[in-house]
């Protein structure tokens, strides 16, 4: 095995947060590396290239804050420009010399002696440091269902996080298997070029309209010219998206009542259908599921060469899809529209701390401290960790915060000040009591199923308040609530 590189902080990931981590480090002027199993940064943004892709948070405000673009093509700009934005930021900030690209980490072990992280990848090589950064994010390894006979289709089969451009679509008979984020986007764009679409829906989700527009090109000159002007229009979107938390938080109240009763307009004003509108009606509250936004999914299951199928999937076929009552939709290509696989968070990765691993840890479900720091794990830093999600706002402000508030104990033990910076455990339950109380009382914990729970009840994925309120509590580092030697 290799003689280990060292360094001051190791990043793993080069998306969204990765990138974030590592622009902080380069002005903090200590040494580190990003580690990142792709051939290009970006992470979800890269995988995620099907027909349609993008962000459902205005791009203004998908950003950072101190990066901001005024040359966004669009209110929701695609994902090819969003992809462009993030190696914009990784030349701009010179983090190039730091990227270690097409390096798929395997473990993580800490070692008491040296309090330094080891850090291996699949082939082989390794890094050490006093600091790690783990910036895998909760949606990067596409989920797919284990039906009965998937692997006897003789067809294509695509996952919308795995596209490739010469997917077979075009006077194909297609089928969506999912209704959720990626479906939405993606079955426009499939319904105009397929020969037949058949998209499988399980239940329905409520849908507003996204009211996407480009932005003109005297717009953007004068976000280019008046940095004061785009920064407001930013905080104007925030304020907007912020005002609608009301309706997770208070199920059944006002906000979710205005809510509701907007999406129900535009299902009826979009279709005319009574059958396909009631089959398109959810049955759960807003907010149980995250509330999507589309201006072309409902005109496209109202097109002649779409079908919306509600039955319930038995098996898989080599022919196509098998309904429960024994009816073959007859397929040439299956695309998986169905998310990924959001509550280990980590996994693959073997972390090994002091006294065991953090899978052990998780077992019953992913804990953390603020969604940063894990009781048991000195010197490790999570971004967009556990229960730092949303269903309203931007991620992005989220990590930001975050990144904020873990950067003093990041740089203390990076810099050797500390040697080593633990969360109490005590102090992680006792905040891990009160959110999970929270939590039960918002939409997500409604009878609807979602990625957003676990299958024993626990909520580890989402914030439960609104990002005002994160923001204040990651202000200050609680060096208080923290082990540090």
Not at 366 to 389: D, E, K, S, W
Request: with cysteine; aromatic share 8%.
């Amino acid at each position: 095995m290799t003689v280990p590189l060292e360094t001051q902080v190791i990043i793993i990931g080069a998306g969204m947060s990765g990138l974030l981590a590592a622009i902080r480090m380069k002005q903090a002027g200590v040494d580190f590396v990003v580690l990142e199993k792709s051939l290009e940064v970006g992470g979800t943004w890269l995988d995620n290239c099907y027909p349609g892709s993008g962000c459902d948070v205005p791009s203004h405000l998908y950003s950072y804050s101190f990066a901001g673009n005024p040359h966004w093509s669009r209110l929701f700009a695609r994902q090819p420009e969003i992809l462009e934005y993030f190696r914009d930021q990784a030349n701009r900030f010179r983090l190039r010399p730091h990227l270690c690209l097409g390096v798929e980490v395997a473990s993580a072990d800490w070692d008491e002696a040296s309090t330094r992280w080891t850090v291996t990848s699949a082939d082989g090589n390794r890094w050490r440091a006093p600091a790690l950064i783990v910036a895998t994010g909760q949606l990067n390894r596409p989920r797919t269902p284990d039906l009965p006979g998937r692997e006897s289709f003789a067809g294509a089969q695509i996952h919308t996080a795995r596209w490739h451009a010469d997917a077979p679509i075009a006077g194909k008979r297609v089928g969506v298997i999912g209704t959720g984020a990626s479906a939405i986007q993606v079955v426009p764009e499939v319904a105009r070029e397929a020969g037949h679409l058949t998209v499988f829906q399980r239940s329905p989700h409520w849908i507003i309209p996204r009211m996407d527009a480009p932005i003109s090109p005297a717009m953007k000159r004068l976000f280019a010219s008046v940095p004061l002007l785009r920064k407001a229009f930013r905080a104007l979107i925030w304020r907007r998206l912020e005002a609608t938390h009301p309706a997770i938080a208070e199920p059944g109240g006002v906000k979710a009542r205005e809510m509701e009763k907007m999406a129900l307009d535009y299902l009826a004003a979009t279709i005319a259908d009574p059958a396909l509108r009631q089959a398109l009606t959810p049955d759960f509250p807003i907010g149980c599921k995250r509330t999507l936004v589309s201006d072309d999914y409902y005109p496209a299951l109202a097109s002649d060469n779409v079908t919306l199928e509600t039955r319930a999937i038995d098996r898989i076929e080599p022919g196509g899809v098998r309904l429960a009552d024994g009816a073959l939709a007859e397929l040439d290509t299956i695309i998986w529209a169905t998310g990924f696989e959001t509550h280990g968070f980590v996994a693959p990765i073997a972390i090994n701390g002091p006294a065991g691993s953090l899978a052990q840890a998780w077992a019953n479900g992913a804990r953390a401290y603020r969604g940063t720091t894990v009781a048991g794990f000195p010197n490790l830093f999570l971004l967009y960790g556990p229960n730092t999600n949303l269903g309203h706002n931007s991620i992005i402000f989220m990590v930001e915060r975050q990144m904020e508030y873990a950067l003093p104990a990041i740089l203390k033990v990076a810099r050797g000040e500390a040697r080593r910076i633990a969360i109490r455990p005590e102090a992680q339950q006792a905040y891990n009591r009160t959110l999970q109380a929270r939590l039960a009382t918002t939409s997500w914990a409604a009878g609807c199923g979602s990625w957003y729970k676990t299958d024993n009840g626990v909520m580890p994925n989402n914030w439960a308040g609104n990002t005002a309120e994160f923001a204040r509590m990651m202000k200050r580092f609680d060096a208080e609530a923290y082990e540090i030697a």
